[in-house]
């Protein structure tokens, strides 16, 4: 039985990938990291019992600031295949946390590969770096392949380009098994809250069924390349199977603006939305509502610009080629953006549902302007 070892494991990707791993055969190992809440809900359906034997899903604390825990838990799984999801991934948050970014997720990635050689572990133990299309930043070529130059934007994006870079340096001077993925952004219904996708899908349900009254974002111009994390992960595990280590693009090839994803989720619900006005001043205003169910009347103002959400440096545009995923690793995208968009959002109106439903009980007091 092969074992892997994820680090991140709490996070959107790690979660799926766990999922995918376990149907694969694997015996999966997670590194969490302790919190004064608890933080498994994302993989709470896989937890074994610890006394049960044939356990295939084990926790391990541990933190990627910390090479003490990592080389101990290498040393004890000696797993097959490493995946490094484990990263500070907002890209804000950043800016406020550079240092803390630059700690978890450039020498973070440098701990696990020293953690693989001084364990003697470099012929058995494939390595693959969780990279991202953020190393384009301020971009070069459109679209962006794997030849395309860097130009980071943010803390997390330099951080990012040097666990990019170690990945590279430690597969040329040991011989490891040692790959980066180039993900662009994907998205999912375990999509963290604070990231726009998420943001806008919570929020337009709620806004939808009276629970919230107002959606603020920042650049609603910025174009990504949004595909879907249970695609992703596949490629990631694909990328590890190989017979030499290498680096590729995933991406879906189409681009959409954060004005896009917000219309096509209120659609999905059965509300148009209409922008108008201009910078900091641009209005989302309802002009149609199609569902009965739905609280929100035409001429509402729903979603508006708060330039708290701007970035010190943004990045405008992103769009990935993916055509060597698709040459070298049969690798091709199942889910499409209206697919991810709907799955999104069918999944936020229910959880929004089921709030309603407490609120009316009585039983907690939120505040949804937060
Ligand atoms: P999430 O933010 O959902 O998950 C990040 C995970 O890393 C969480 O499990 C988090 O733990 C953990 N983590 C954070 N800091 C540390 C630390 N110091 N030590 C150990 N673990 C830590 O990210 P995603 O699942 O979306 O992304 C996975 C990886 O892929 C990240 O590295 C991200 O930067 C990268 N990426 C993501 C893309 C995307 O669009 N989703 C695109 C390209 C790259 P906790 O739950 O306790 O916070
Ligand atoms: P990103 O994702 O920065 O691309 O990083 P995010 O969803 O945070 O932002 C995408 C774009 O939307 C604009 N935006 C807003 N973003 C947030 N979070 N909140 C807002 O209110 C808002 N309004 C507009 C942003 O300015 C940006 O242009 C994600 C992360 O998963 C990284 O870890 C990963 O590496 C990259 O994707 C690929």
Redesign the pocket.
Same mark, same amino acid.
């Given at each position: 039985m092969k074992k892997a070892l994820i !680090? /991140?494991? !709490? +996070? #959107?990707? +790690?979660? =799926?990938l766990a999922e995918l791993l376990l149907e694969k055969g694997y015996e999966v190992h997670g *590194?969490?990291?302790r919190?004064s809440l608890f933080? !498994?809900d994302?993989i709470d359906h896989l937890y074994q019992d610890p006394h049960e034997s044939n356990r295939r899903f084990v926790l391990h604390y +541990?933190?990627?600031?910390?090479s003490t825990n990592l080389i101990r838990i290498v040393q004890q799984i000696e797993p097959d295949e490493i995946y490094?999801? /484990?990263? #500070?991934?907002?890209v804000a948050v950043s800016f406020d946390s550079p240092e =803390?970014t630059a700690?978890?997720?450039a020498l /973070?990635t440098l701990r696990l590969l020293e953690a693989i050689r001084i364990l003697g572990l470099t012929d058995k133990t494939k390595f693959y770096q969780?990279?991202?299309? @953020?190393l384009y930043g301020l971009v070069q070529e459109i679209p962006q392949k794997e030849t395309t130059p860097f130009y980071p934007r943010s803390p997390?994006a330099v951080a990012?380009l040097y666990?990019y870079w170690i990945t590279v340096n430690y597969r040329e001077s040991y011989g490891m098994y040692a790959c980066n993925? *180039?993900? $662009?952004?994907? @998205?999912s219904p *375990?999509? +963290?809250e604070t $990231?726009v996708t998420r943001k806008i899908t919570r929020a337009i349900a709620r806004i939808a069924l009276g629970l919230q009254d107002k959606l603020h974002l920042g650049n609603m111009d910025a174009l990504r390349d949004? /595909?879907h994390?249970k695609d992703?992960v596949e490629m990631q595990w694909m990328m590890l199977q190989q017979d030499t280590p290498e680096d590729f693009v995933i991406a879906t090839g189409e681009q959409h603006s954060v004005r896009e994803f917000v219309q096509r989720s209120a659609a999905e619900l059965g509300m148009e939305i209409e922008f108008s006005g201009e910078g900091v001043n641009e209005i989302g205003t309802v002009t149609a509502v199609t569902n009965p169910e739905l609280k929100v009347k035409p001429g509402q103002q729903i979603v508006g610009v708060d330039p708290r959400y701007f970035r010190p440096a943004e990045v405008e545009t992103l769009l990935g080629d993916p055509t060597k995923a698709k040459e070298k690793l049969g690798w091709v995208p199942k889910i499409s953006f209206e697919e991810l968009v709907k799955d999104m959002i069918t999944s936020d109106f229910e959880h929004a549902k089921r709030d309603r439903l407490v609120t009316e009980a009585g039983y907690r007091a939120f505040d949804y302007n937060e």
């Amino acid at each position: 039985m092969k074992k892997a070892l994820i !680090t /991140g494991v !709490t +996070g #959107q990707d +790690g979660a =799926y990938l766990a999922e995918l791993l376990l149907e694969k055969g694997y015996e999966v190992h997670g *590194i969490k990291r302790r919190a004064s809440l608890f933080n !498994t809900d994302r993989i709470d359906h896989l937890y074994q019992d610890p006394h049960e034997s044939n356990r295939r899903f084990v926790l391990h604390y +541990g933190d990627l600031t910390d090479s003490t825990n990592l080389i101990r838990i290498v040393q004890q799984i000696e797993p097959d295949e490493i995946y490094n999801l /484990g990263a #500070q991934s907002h890209v804000a948050v950043s800016f406020d946390s550079p240092e =803390y970014t630059a700690n978890g997720d450039a020498l /973070g990635t440098l701990r696990l590969l020293e953690a693989i050689r001084i364990l003697g572990l470099t012929d058995k133990t494939k390595f693959y770096q969780a990279s991202t299309s @953020e190393l384009y930043g301020l971009v070069q070529e459109i679209p962006q392949k794997e030849t395309t130059p860097f130009y980071p934007r943010s803390p997390y994006a330099v951080a990012k380009l040097y666990g990019y870079w170690i990945t590279v340096n430690y597969r040329e001077s040991y011989g490891m098994y040692a790959c980066n993925g *180039i993900l $662009f952004n994907h @998205e999912s219904p *375990i999509r +963290g809250e604070t $990231f726009v996708t998420r943001k806008i899908t919570r929020a337009i349900a709620r806004i939808a069924l009276g629970l919230q009254d107002k959606l603020h974002l920042g650049n609603m111009d910025a174009l990504r390349d949004w /595909g879907h994390a249970k695609d992703y992960v596949e490629m990631q595990w694909m990328m590890l199977q190989q017979d030499t280590p290498e680096d590729f693009v995933i991406a879906t090839g189409e681009q959409h603006s954060v004005r896009e994803f917000v219309q096509r989720s209120a659609a999905e619900l059965g509300m148009e939305i209409e922008f108008s006005g201009e910078g900091v001043n641009e209005i989302g205003t309802v002009t149609a509502v199609t569902n009965p169910e739905l609280k929100v009347k035409p001429g509402q103002q729903i979603v508006g610009v708060d330039p708290r959400y701007f970035r010190p440096a943004e990045v405008e545009t992103l769009l990935g080629d993916p055509t060597k995923a698709k040459e070298k690793l049969g690798w091709v995208p199942k889910i499409s953006f209206e697919e991810l968009v709907k799955d999104m959002i069918t999944s936020d109106f229910e959880h929004a549902k089921r709030d309603r439903l407490v609120t009316e009980a009585g039983y907690r007091a939120f505040d949804y302007n937060e």
